[in-house]
């Protein structure tokens, strides 16, 4: 099994940025598919963007692509959401997300939170207007 840990999130103002980290243990993360996922109050958890454990394969959202970017780096084991341009609405929970490479080899698993097995606990972000 592998643990996730966030961090880096916090209060910025609009326009700003924030890089979140996930840091995991237990197992390299070079055999996981890693996603980042969001949730705000009364809402779904929302897709943000995921990269195959090659790196071969990245997805973002449509309303964070060209602002947001992730990235990898599998010898410090930390996957990493580089966010700029940040608006009001990328206000909420940020979660990192991992499933076994074997398991995630559709971008419809990859883009989908029940696609993912092990889950970090959560960073909040706030952007104020």
């Known amino acids: 099994q592998v643990q996730l840990v966030e961090s880096g999130g916090g209060l910025v103002q609009a326009g700003g940025s924030l890089r979140l980290s996930c840091a995991a243990s237990g197992r390299t993360i070079s055999v996981y598919t890693m996603g980042w996922f969001r949730q705000a109050p009364g809402v779904d958890r929302e897709f943000v963007a995921a990269m195959s454990g090659g790196g071969g394969r990245i997805y973002h959202a449509d309303s964070v692509k060209g602002r947001f970017t992730i990235s990898r780096d599998n010898a410090k084991n930390t996957v990493y959401l580089q966010m700029n341009s940040l608006k009001p609405e990328d206000t909420a929970v940020y979660f990192c997300?991992?499933?076994?490479?074997?398991?995630?080899?559709?971008?419809?698993?990859?883009?989908?939170?029940?696609?993912?097995?092990?889950w970090g606990q959560g960073t909040q972000v706030t952007v104020s207007s």
């Open positions: 997300a991992a499933v076994v490479s074997y398991k995630s080899t559709t971008a419809q698993v990859m883009t989908t939170h029940s696609g993912y097995d092990y």
